[in-house]
């Protein structure tokens, strides 16, 4: 499973936030035990406790003193924040500079945009 070249506490805490972005696991939730990962996954209970350390200093997660770790409230539109600068900083920004290093007006980058988002609908018909 965490066969990426990133630590695998990293490969884990991504784990968890991508389960709180698609809402499969909710605010208030609680999320499995170190000792539930490391054996479900066969790693070190360490490794999973770094994880949730990492979280836990993000807000993604918070810790219920002899309960175990839940998912902070507001976590996952923090999570959305943080993804959507992101997005537009590492994917959309350099995506705009091609297309400006390749000469395509602003107008044919929104056209092809709003047909990607209403297929149904017409749009001016503009190179790609």
Known sequence: MFDGPEPIYLQIAQMIRSQVLAGETAEEEQVMSTTELATTFRINPATAAKAFALLVDEGVLYKRRGLGMFVAPGARERLLASHRDSFFAEVLDPALGQAD????????????????????????DTPR
């Open 101 to 124: 290093l390749l000469g395509i007006p602003t107008s044919a980058i929104v056209d092809h945009v709003l047909g990607r988002a209403h297929p149904d609908q017409p749009t001016t």
